[in-house]
């Protein structure tokens, strides 16, 4: 692919050649954030610049807080793999993404540089402004696929990017005591958690069975919003938290 203008005015333009056409003229209604999982930005760049990788973002965000377009925001990006939210399964037509150069999981999760996080910040609410993308449809890739992905993790500030108008957040209810169900349960309880967790906008499977993919959910759903401990019990503390986000979304006319 060519040089193009790129979409963010502060941002510089590397090119991918991974990215296609938006299936059925879809325009963009979603932000999915990312942490690249690479030892490296040079390294992680590379390779979403690599036709062989079969993977690309729209930006890539390096630990100093460059802010790099890799493809138009009018393409499709190859960045959101299988994955579901809301019952949509063609997340990259339906989104715009963002690579966040840090080694992740895999390298002990180290902290987001504050240059970096305030990079994300602006590109976010540039993207958000001009998109309209409501603040529940910014999410993390564990997010709609809870069962492959852990990124962008815990230690990513989801509640300093919502202080900053970017995204859904509310205060996490304490970690404690009282009734959980792990892996395992089953019953009318599991069933109901899974239909808040659904309503949220999770893949799950409303069955009443507290499954390996409800355990992955939770774990998910924790990382974002409940990051204190995640451990993939729904614990009061995680359910609480889900029952004050569902009470906060917005109503619709």
């Avoid at 963002?98 to 305030?118: L, R, T």
């Avoid at 696929?145 to 209810?173: C, S, T, Y």
């Avoid at 924790?222 to 004050?244: C, M, N, W, Y």
Wanted: aromatic letters at 8%; hydrophobic letters at 40%; glycine letters at 10%.
């Amino acid at each position: 692919m060519s040089a193009f203008e790129p979409d963010f005015a502060a941002a510089r333009v590397c090119p991918s050649p991974n990215h296609g056409d938006r299936k059925q003229g879809r325009s963009p209604d979603m932000l999915i954030l990312h942490y690249t999982g690479m030892p490296t930005a040079q390294a992680a760049l590379d390779w979403l610049c690599t036709e062989e990788s079969h993977v690309s973002s729209h930006y890539f965000i390096d630990e100093a807080g460059v802010i790099t377009q890799l493809v138009p925001e009018a393409r499709r990006a190859w960045h959101a793999g299988q994955s579901t939210w809301k019952g949509e399964t063609d997340i990259n037509s339906a989104s715009i993404g963002i690579e966040i150069a840090n080694p992740g999981h895999g390298a002990g999760s180290p902290p987001f540089p504050d240059v970096q996080i305030k990079s994300v910040i602006a590109l976010c609410r540039d993207i958000i402004a001009r998109n309209a993308i409501a603040a529940e449809r910014v999410l993390g890739h564990s997010d709609i696929a809870p069962m492959r992905k852990q990124d962008p993790g815990e230690v990513f500030p989801w509640n300093r990017l919502h202080a900053e108008g970017i995204g859904h957040w509310v205060e996490p209810l304490p970690v404690g005591g009282g009734r959980f169900f792990q892996e395992g349960d089953v019953g009318q309880p599991v069933e109901a958690l899974q239909t808040m967790l659904a309503l949220y906008g999770y893949d799950v499977d409303v069955d009443g069975s507290f499954s390996t993919q409800m355990t992955a959910t939770i774990s998910a759903f924790q990382r974002h919003f409940r990051p204190e401990r995640v451990d993939g019990i729904a614990d009061a503390s995680t359910i609480g938290t889900l029952h004050k986000l569902l009470s906060a979304l917005p109503t619709v006319a």
